[in-house]
Every structure is written in C-alpha cells, then in structure tokens.
C-alpha cells in the first residue's frame, strides 16, 4: 500500500513540476523519464546474467518509444508508459522479483500508468 501511494503521489509531483515549468519540452522530459526507468530494471538485475539479457532488450524496446515519442508523436510515450506499465505487472510472472526492491512493481506501475493518462489527456 505504501508504495502506492509514493507512486501515485511521486507520479503527480512530477506532472505538478513540469507543468509549471514551461521552458521545457514535455515530450523530451517524458521521453527521457520513460528512457529512465526502463533502465533502471538493468541495473538491478545485473547480478544474473539470463534476466539482464532480457531487461536489456526490454529497455531497447523502451528506448525506441521514448525516440519516437520524443521526435513525432506524444501518442508513442503513451503507449510507452502504458506497456512499461504492463511490464511491471507482469514481470513478477516471468522474471526474478527477488532482484527487484520490495513492492517496486507496485509504484513503477502507478506511476507509468498516471503518467501514461495524464499525456494522453
């Protein structure tokens, strides 16, 4: 439950912030963002080989909506936020959670999936 609500409140903080900062690109800080995260799964999986595989290509798969998004089309950072979303809930599934930090994909859900809703409003 806690780490719901930091990610929903992490989630909007971050929305509160870029919204008043005008200067900035949204796609570019979104696309970075979405860049980000989909690392982050790297840097903790490092320790077994097979699963950093895999978490290196899903952060290529990441990398090429956070492009896209970043240079076309918001619509691409939204499904990129989406999919990462879906990414997190299912990881426990088909990866090693024990690698993750304790409830990690309850707040990187929440917080792809409002940022995914609050791009596509």
């Not at 796609?27 to 963002?33: A, F």
């Not at 076309?72 to 990881?91: C, E, I, Q, R, S």
Request: aromatic content about 22%; glycine content about 8%.
């Amino acid at each position: 439950m806690i780490a719901t609500l930091i990610g929903i409140s992490s989630s909007l903080t971050t929305i509160l912030i870029f919204h008043f900062l005008k200067r900035f690109d949204k796609n570019t800080i979104y696309g970075l963002i979405l860049a980000g995260i989909a690392f982050l799964y790297v840097g903790y999986t490092w320790s077994n080989l097979e699963v950093a595989i895999a978490s290196f290509l899903q952060t290529l798969f990441f990398l090429l909506f956070a492009y896209f998004g970043i240079r076309k089309n918001v619509y691409f950072l939204v499904a990129g936020y989406f999919l990462h979303g879906v990414w997190d809930g299912v990881y426990p599934l088909i990866g090693s959670p024990d690698l993750l930090p304790p409830d990690y994909d309850y707040f990187c859900f929440d917080v792809d999936f409002i940022i995914a809703i609050y791009l596509l409003i």
